[in-house]
């Protein structure tokens, strides 16, 4: 059969069934977890705009929306974060956000000077 975007064709039953949300193309569906919470396989081929698969695995994200555990870093693809975390940001963002956050109290600052 012909892949079509978004789809897979299930030759158990012969027409197309969905890719998930995530994909671009798939090979089958996706394998969810025991009790259907969470996705464990997406079985990606190709990932849509703006969606990179995660190292070893057949999983898109996007950009934004790492998996727990990851951050999203600009050369397209995932790192891990620390064992003892749950989430992270990569560190260039922290220091930006620092940055970010010091030049508006600065701003503010000669908005708004103090009068003695």
């Given at each position: 059969m012909v892949p079509r975007e978004g789809y897979y064709y299930?030759?158990?039953?012969?027409?197309?069934?969905?890719?998930?949300?995530?994909c671009?193309?798939?090979?089958?569906?996706p394998k969810y977890?025991?009790?259907?919470?969470?996705?464990?396989?997406?079985?990606?081929i190709q990932c849509p705009q703006d969606f990179y698969k995660l190292d070893n695995t057949n999983?898109?994200?996007?950009?934004?929306?790492?998996p727990k555990k990851y951050f999203f870093k600009n050369e397209g693809i995932f790192s891990k974060c620390y064992?003892?975390?749950?989430?992270?940001?990569?560190?260039?963002?922290i220091i930006y956000i620092i940055i970010a956050y010091l030049v508006m109290k600065i701003i503010y600052f000669f908005k708004n000077p103090l009068i003695a």
């Open positions: 299930d030759e158990n039953f012969k027409y197309y069934r969905k890719c998930s949300k995530s671009k193309t798939c090979s089958k569906g977890s025991f009790d259907n919470s969470d996705i464990e396989e997406m079985n990606c999983n898109c994200y996007h950009k934004d929306n790492p064992e003892s975390c749950m989430t992270c940001i990569q560190y260039k963002k």
